[in-house]
Nanobody
Framework: QAQLVESGGGLVQAGDSLRLSCVASGRTFSTYSMSWFRQAPGKEREFVAGISWNTISTDYADSVKGRFTISRDNAKNTLSLQMNSLKAEDTAVYYC???????????????????WGQGTQITVSS
């Protein structure tokens, strides 16, 4: 399994921006698609955004499309999530995750990922 460390969370006001980062190790980062998920209190973990191993494809949940941008730097083993126009409903713990299989496409189900970061809390006050 890969080791993932997220950073960049915090407390912000509605309308603000934040950038999350996830540094990966222990796996050939450039051959695995990766995604961001989030989990709010009392809710299931949900897909937020994903990017393919070769950066050609991205996918976003409808709730964040147009506000969030996922990117990766394979040379630095880093996954990022730029979040703009944050809303109170974006409040959650955010996790980065690595697909279980090399060369696999982006997936929205948590069951397609075998490595997870520890999570970073984002709280958006209204």
């Amino acid at each position: 399994q890969a080791q993932l460390v997220e950073s960049g969370g915090g407390l912000v006001q509605a309308g603000d921006s934040l950038r999350l980062s996830c540094v990966a190790s222990g796996r050939t980062f450039s051959t695995y698609s990766m995604s961001w998920f989030r989990q709010a209190p009392g809710k299931e973990r949900e897909f937020v955004a994903g990017i393919s191993w070769n950066t050609i494809s991205t996918d976003y949940a409808d709730s964040v499309k147009g506000r969030f941008t996922i990117s990766r730097d394979n040379a630095k083993n880093t996954l990022s999530l730029q979040m703009n126009s944050l809303k109170a409903e974006d409040t959650a713990v955010y996790y980065c995750a690595v697909r279980s299989s090399r060369w696999a496409a982006i997936g929205r189900s948590i069951y397609g990922y075998d490595s997870w970061g520890q999570g970073t809390q984002i709280t958006v006050s209204s």
